[in-house]
């Protein structure tokens, strides 16, 4: 998870996690690098910081409202579509870190040793050079 860390950090000042469940390690992580995280979850639990009741199916706008950039941690693939509309909707940019074995449809960015996926919705959002990345 560094290189999802180091690189959202690198480029967003104002994130918001979608589903951040019971494992809050990139939120904190943020956090504690000076971006303003906001956490969502449909079943919000204690996890070290506040975390938003939402649905990605049926958002809450206001939760998104100054957001540069939603991201997900191994979403079920089922909630993937939803994630892109949301971000597509909010002309953000959505970055997505899978399980290994699930393919996403996104750009392929790789860092530090981690993959994920970015939706470049975003924009005027400036994009620096990933270690490597290919469309799929």
Do not use: C, W
Not at 41 to 49: K, M, N, S, Y
Not at 60 to 68: G, I, P, S, V
Not at 94 to 117: I, M, Q
Not at 123 to 135: F, L, N
């Amino acid at each position: 998870m560094d290189g999802l860390i180091e690189y959202l950090s690198q480029r967003y000042q104002r994130v918001v996690e979608i589903g951040i469940g019971s494992y809050p390690k990139v939120a904190l992580a943020l956090k504690a690098r000076g971006l303003s995280v906001v956490a969502t979850d449909i079943q919000p639990q204690a996890v070290g910081l506040p975390v938003q009741l939402d649905d990605v199916t049926a958002p809450r706008l206001d939760l998104y409202r100054d957001a540069q950039v939603i991201y997900a941690v191994r979403p079920p693939p089922e909630l993937v579509p939803a994630l892109k509309r949301l971000a597509h909707r909010l002309a953000i940019n959505l970055v997505v870190k899978p399980l290994a074995a699930e393919p996403v449809d996104g750009v392929l960015v790789t860092r530090a040793g981690s993959f994920f996926y970015e939706f470049p919705f975003g924009e005027g959002v400036k994009r620096a050079e990933a270690g490597s990345s290919k469309r799929f």
